[in-house]
């Protein structure tokens, strides 16, 4: 079964840095994988997708994925206090069905 | 806007009893997912369906059962619920790349 992992568990930035979040996952026939984020007492909600070797853009967020070394990271630039919440990597296995999610990383931005 | 609505939102329940979690969406979505989460664990998937009529299993199966009578609802039911089932579950619908997840049930099992 496809496996997810996310490092680091928790990370602790000034406003205003860069905060690099990291999710390794099992299968490199994977579809698309998600970074999902999630606020105390609330469902996550999805962030951004990529599916293509690469990076990809949107505002102040960058993913990057390796395949081949079954990696994919997430940058948040300028990071804020209302970035703080856990976020979590899904991989949406090669069914098309199944998505499986890592265990999460807590991010706090500290004012 | 896509919307997944959850009932309860918060349960408790007695070890043995038959619990049941409702999930309702008005997304016209064909999946149909329910995770649970625990703390240093994330969310793991108990069961999921791709259509009316369709379950199938997870990663975390045991002890649950899944409905799906139609495209619009999906059950989770604990027949014999556990302490171990206490937990915080999450239903969502997707289109095959974004999930929608709703609100979340509290269940605790004593």
């Known amino acids: 079964q496809e496996k997810v992992q996310q490092s680091p568990e928790s990370l602790i930035v000034p406003e205003g840095a860069m905060s690099s979040l990291n999710c390794t996952f099992s299968n490199s026939a994977s579809q698309s994988i998600w970074w999902y984020q999630q606020h105390p007492g609330k469902g996550p909600e999805a962030l951004i997708?990529?599916?293509?070797?690469g990076n990809k853009k949107e505002g102040r967020l960058t993913v990057y994925l390796n395949r081949a070394s079954l990696h994919v990271s997430l940058h948040i630039r300028d990071s804020q206090p209302s970035d703080s919440a856990v976020y979590l990597c899904a991989v949406i296995g090669t069914g098309g069905y199944k998505v499986v999610f890592g265990s999460g990383t807590r991010l706090l931005v500290s004012p | 806007e896509a919307a997944v609505t959850q009932s309860p939102r918060n349960k408790v329940a007695v070890t043995g009893g038959k619990v049941t979690l409702s999930c309702n969406q008005t997304n016209n979505h064909n999946n149909m997912y329910w995770y649970r989460q625990d703390t240093g664990h994330g969310l793991r998937l108990i069961h999921y369906s791709y259509g009316a009529g369709s379950t199938e299993k997870g990663d975390i199966p045991d002890g649950y059962k899944a409905s799906r009578p139609s495209q619009e609802n999906f059950s989770l039911i604990l027949e014999l619920a556990t302490p171990s089932q206490t937990s915080v579950y999450f239903c969502?619908?997707?289109?095959?790349?974004?999930?929608?997840f709703g609100s979340g049930t509290r269940l605790t099992v004593l």
């Open positions: 969502a619908s997707g289109d095959a790349e974004t999930l929608y």
């Open positions: 997708s990529i599916f293509s070797n």
